[in-house]
């Protein structure tokens, strides 16, 4: 970036507390921010020492870098108070860090002769000085006319991150991806560690005993895809996968849900690429969808034939 910019945020949620303290951190000036909850002021204090908190239309009018960091929903809505009260300028650069909108959600800031540029951090954020690094680490998603594109890649540079382009036309499903991977990831494991807790008395930490194993899988995942899939559904071990549905009926019906959901997809994945044979394949389905693991009577016969008697 060709000179510091005076930075204003509005909404200093997880997301714009953090990334304009990063600017702040590269040497930008950040001149005002905007917060309602006593979550917000408290992390803008925290993060922005000094920064004064005022109302949006201030913030907005004391910054030429504006982000825009409040809830999707929110978004069109902001724009448009601001645009209307004559809070943006033209030359100022608007972004937003949705990963959900693209520009269209700026265009009244752009008819408004305003710079905009949809910038998505590819991060999950706590809103402490812990993302600080994470900043640096990741991906921004971004959506930008080619004459503004230069100024994108200065703010990533000053971020310490790297620039993926996304068409505007396809930011849903950009931010489609991210979400399932990372937002349900966090459900899966948080079921995974309720029924491992519910499994034996000896497991005080369930997080302890999970860690090494889902930061290998994850690990594999990322490096191989499919390839890295291990287990009862790929091995074709249904009676395995029947008593799962079974204890976890018993135990722990709030997952047997995305059990069910996650191991259908497994099937179909493994089918696809060969290492499941059709016939195991639909076998596997029946019994996942079997409804008498809804509800598994304690000291039901839980036995089942195992894969090599199964034709």
Known sequence: MPCPRRVGVIGAGRVGAVVAAALAAAGHEV???????????????????GVPLDKPSAV????????????????????DVLTASGAIRPGQVVVHTSGRHGLAALEPARLAGARVVALHP?????????????????AYGA???????????????????????????????YHAALAHGANHLVTLVAEAREILAASADGVTDPADVLRPLLEAALDNALRAGDAALTGPVVRGDVGTVATHLDEIGREAPQALASYRTLARATVGRAATDGRLLPI???????????????????????THPGPEAVR
Request: glycine share 6%; proline share 7%; hydrophobic share 45%.
């Open 60 to 79: 907005a009018r004391a910054a030429d870098l504006l982000l825009l960091t409040v809830p999707d929903d929110m978004l069109g809505n902001v724009v």
């Open 280 to 302: 195991r394949a639909a076998r596997l389905l029946q019994e996942i969808d079997a409804p008498e693991h809804d509800a598994a009577p304690s000291g039901r016969d839980t």
């Open 122 to 138: 590819a991060m999950t954020f706590t809103g402490t000085a812990t993302d600080l690094p994470r900043v640096a680490a990741c």
């Open 31 to 49: 001149v005002a921010a905007s917060g309602e909850s006593d979550a917000s002021r408290d992390r803008a204090a925290a993060l922005l020492p």
């Open 143 to 173: 959506t930008a006319a080619p004459a503004d594109r230069p100024v994108v890649e200065g703010l990533v540079a000053d971020l310490g991150g790297r620039v993926v382009w996304v068409p505007e036309e396809r930011r849903a499903l």
